[in-house]
């Protein structure tokens, strides 16, 4: 069944370019919130929380990946090259997921959301993460 123009009427929607820059700043999880969105305002609920719990899930298993993966090896890496590859990761993701709703939504002359405000909740994610490994470490690390 093909969505028409009625079928978004008041719904915006993050386009795969604001979901890949979102997920550069906040990895996987910035990625969850923008496909959530997009999944609730198509009427898709239980697939964005669906999404949601996976980007939380994936976005845990990655840093602790990073944690595992020894420091000489992580220091061979360029410092931009993980988020690019991540978000380059998504970018097909999003694409098999949502590809043809996005795509039928700029056909018809809708307006995406702001790419300004996919990098701003990224960078809210990020801060997300950044806290979550703070307080990560403190509960691991043994008491002084």
Do not use: C
């Amino acid at each position: 069944m093909e969505n028409t123009n009625e079928n978004y009427s008041g719904k915006k929607l993050y386009s795969k370019l604001g979901i890949g820059i979102a997920t550069f700043f906040g990895s996987f999880l910035g990625a969850s919130i923008l496909m959530r969105h997009n999944y609730r305002a198509l009427g898709k609920e239980y697939k964005g929380k669906e999404i949601l719990y996976l980007g939380i899930l994936s976005t845990i298993l990655f840093f602790s990946s990073l944690l595992i993966i020894p420091e000489d090896v992580i220091s061979m890496i360029p410092s931009n090259i993980i988020p690019f590859l991540v978000a380059s990761a998504i970018y097909f993701f999003v694409d098999k997921k949502q590809g043809k709703e996005l795509a039928l939504y700029e056909k018809n002359k809708h307006t995406f959301i702001s790419n300004w405000k996919a990098a701003g909740i990224g960078l809210f994610s990020m801060f997300l993460i950044f806290i979550g490994l703070f307080f990560g470490f403190m509960y691991l690390l043994p008491a002084v």
